[in-house]
């Protein structure tokens, strides 16, 4: 797995409203998408305060481990209630390897901007372990490269609970919920900067 990121910052643009900050932190400001005859440059700031005033998500949610589930559904919320969300909906399912088809459902129905995954997958006694989390891993993706609809992977792959409990709200360590649905913010700024710039 990639390194963790830090936290994100919330300095956004000057002049930025403080609900879109969380989202342009995670953008390069200004993001150079400017087109010919097109206004130019388009802050990221700019481009999140777009869609901060109501995506619509679903939160697909892994409820194997309910603890968990609790916490990484929080910090997602958490983050959405700050960008301003006007919908935020839970679909949940048994566990982290049917994700990428709830996903795909929620993706493909037109009725969410952004789809968050939740979950987690701890390491067992056998090789069980690797192949959910390669599935679940690459089932997501895949459905935000189909689709074009951002998918936020908010899935813990962790060695033990306690690993997991520091990585989710509350947690000494990260807020693996929040930072999933930041992500899919900072990709819906980057589609809207985009579009603008056409």
Do not use: N
């Not at 879109?20 to 999140?48: D, F, N, T």
């Not at 033990?160 to 929040?178: H, I, K, M, N, P």
């Amino acid at each position: 797995m990639a390194a963790e990121p830090p936290s994100p910052g919330s300095a956004a643009a000057a002049g930025a409203p403080s609900s879109v900050s969380a989202a342009a932190a995670w953008l390069p400001s200004p993001v150079s998408v400017a087109a010919a005859g097109a206004p130019s440059p388009v802050s990221a700031a700019a481009a999140a305060a777009k869609i901060a005033g109501g995506p619509r998500v679903a939160l697909c949610v892994s409820r194997f481990y309910e603890q968990l589930a609790e916490r990484l559904v929080a910090g997602a919320r958490g983050a959405l209630s700050e960008a301003g969300a006007v919908e935020v909906r839970e679909l949940s399912v048994p566990g982290a390897f049917e994700l990428p088809l709830a996903a795909q459902y929620a993706a493909r129905s037109g009725l969410f901007d952004a789809v968050v995954c939740l979950g987690a997958v701890i390491r067992g006694e056998t090789d069980h372990y690797e192949h959910v989390c390669a599935g679940t891993t690459q089932g997501i993706m895949r459905v935000a490269l189909d689709t074009g609809v951002p998918c936020g992977f908010g899935v813990l792959t962790v060695d033990t609970l306690e690993q997991a409990l520091e990585r989710v709200s509350g947690g000494s360590r990260r807020d693996t919920g929040r930072h999933a649905a930041q992500a899919v913010l900072a990709q819906l700024a980057i589609r809207d900067a985009l579009r603008a710039a056409t």
